[in-house]
């Protein structure tokens, strides 16, 4: 089949002999119709129990949650007094309520969530400068300047790993401190785009390489306070009375947790479904 030219005011295309040219087909832009999965008798009845529970689950794992809250304030202040009683770390207490009929385990752990600000981008992050932080923590939260340097000298460690931003953020920008957009630099967008370029290659000619530059901007600092193993064991050593322990456990909050929880009633299945309907009954409106 021969091709010639077609020379016209505007432009040089190719033309074939004795082909017509398609039309070029778009997508539609019209949205697909809506329709109805009409159900059956037997499958509207799934449909139906999966409504209802699922409503009636939304419903008490609100009212689980707030009772949970609550619950943990009681059983933690009661903790907290067995423990400056004893001067030793008690074992995590089976709870039961009056009468018997509900029992859970509280359970206080070894992992903590730590309540100290984060640093800003700017700090210099230095273990002592990480350790006078957790030291003002405490003394704001109620402990003596003495008793929480003691402290923190002795039970925290200070750890600072050095991260990589991803590629991702090398070239379009990461979230800093305060949710705060921080833009890439020339620095980032530079490394970014020399790694694409090493992801892809194949031996053939050299490698790319990343300045100094390019390399300290792509690598990020990050604070952490952690407990040494064991600290719950040795806490007495360094407090006397139960708002001094709260104050430390304010700033390094032990992770708290119930397990096992129980409907006991007389024992009976019966018994225990009259309790739970008691429950739905208190639960949901009139």
């Known amino acids: 089949m021969r091709k ?5 005011e505007h432009s040089i295309e190719p033309v074939t002999d004795s082909v017509t040219r398609k039309a070029s087909i ?18 509207s009845s799934l449909l139906a129990k999966y409504c209802e529970n699922h409503k009636l689950a939304q419903t008490f794992s609100e009212q689980e949650d707030s009772a949970r809250i609550l619950l943990n304030h009681v059983c933690f202040d009661a903790f907290v007094e067995r423990f400056i ?3 030793q770390r008690p074992s995590n207490p089976l709870v039961r309520s009056e009468g018997g009929t ?19 981008d700017d700090v210099q992050y230095t273990e002592a400068w990480g350790k006078q932080q957790a030291v003002d923590a405490l003394v704001e939260a109620g402990l003596s300047k003495a008793k929480a340097q003691t402290f923190v ?9 050095t991260f990589f931003l991803s590629l991702q953020e090398m070239i379009d920008g990461y979230v800093g401190a305060g949710r705060k957009k921080i833009p890439p630099t020339a620095e980032t967008r530079s490394a970014g785009e020399k790694i694409q370029r090493f992801l892809e290659w194949r031996g053939r000619g050299a490698a790319p390489q990343l300045t100094d530059a390019e390399q300290s901007a792509i690598t990020y600092k990050k604070f952490e306070w952690q407990m040494k193993a064991g600290m719950l064991d040795r806490i007495c050593n360094y407090v006397k009375t139960a708002d001094e322990l709260k104050a430390i456990f304010n700033v390094f909050t032990p992770v ?7 409907v006991i009633a007389d024992g009976s299945a019966a018994s225990q479904n009259s309790c739970l309907r008691n429950a739905v009954n208190a639960v949901l409106p009139e």
């Open 85 to 87: 009683d004893m001067k």
């Open 102 to 120: 509900h029992t859970t385990l509280f359970i206080l752990q070894d992992k903590y969530k730590v309540n100290i600000a984060s640093p800003t």
């Open 4 to 8: 010639t030219l077609k020379i016209s």
């Open 153 to 161: 000298d002795k039970e925290v460690d200070i750890c600072i790993p």
């Open 256 to 262: 708290l947790m119930f397990r096992d929880q129980q």
């Open 26 to 43: 778009r997508p539609s832009s019209k949205k697909p119709e809506s329709w109805v999965l009409q159900l059956s008798a037997p499958e």
